[in-house]
């Protein structure tokens, strides 16, 4: 059974860099055709996706975030980390980490469409 952990601070102020860390278990991020993503969930609002890396190690990211989204891995980890930059109050949310077994990419997800979720994270961006 694959396990996602997020892990990360919880306060960031504004204009600095967000990053979070994904570390995964009881499988591989390399494993084929795995898609690794970053979700949040602004409060009272619905899921957004802003990106994945793949088990290739290619990326790909919602357009309305691209200009400040890097996603990246650590393969010798098992990790895959998320860095948001210039963020601002609106990025407050919980952020998941979740993984898909084919690509399916919706820009406001369904938890049905992931096969695996981390529990999420809260981070307050303040001003």
């Known amino acids: 059974q694959v396990q996602l952990q997020e892990s990360g601070p919880g306060l960031v102020k504004s204009s600095q860099t967000l990053s979070l860390t994904c570390t995964v278990s009881?499988?591989?991020?390399?494993?084929?055709?795995?898609?690794w993503s970053w979700i949040r969930q602004p409060p009272g609002k619905g899921l957004e996706w802003i990106g994945y890396?793949?088990?290739?190690?290619?990326?790909d990211y919602s357009p309305s975030l691209k200009s400040r989204t890097a996603i990246s891995r650590d393969t010798s980890k098992n990790q895959f980390t998320l860095q948001l930059s210039s963020v601002t109050p609106e990025d407050s949310a919980v952020y998941y980490c979740a993984c898909s077994k084919a690509y399916n990419i919706n820009y406001y997800p369904r938890r049905s469409d992931y096969d695996y979720w981390g529990q999420g994270t809260l981070v307050t961006v303040s001003s």
């Open positions: 009881g499988g591989s991020i390399t494993t084929n055709y795995y898609y």
């Open positions: 890396i793949d088990y290739s190690g290619s990326t």
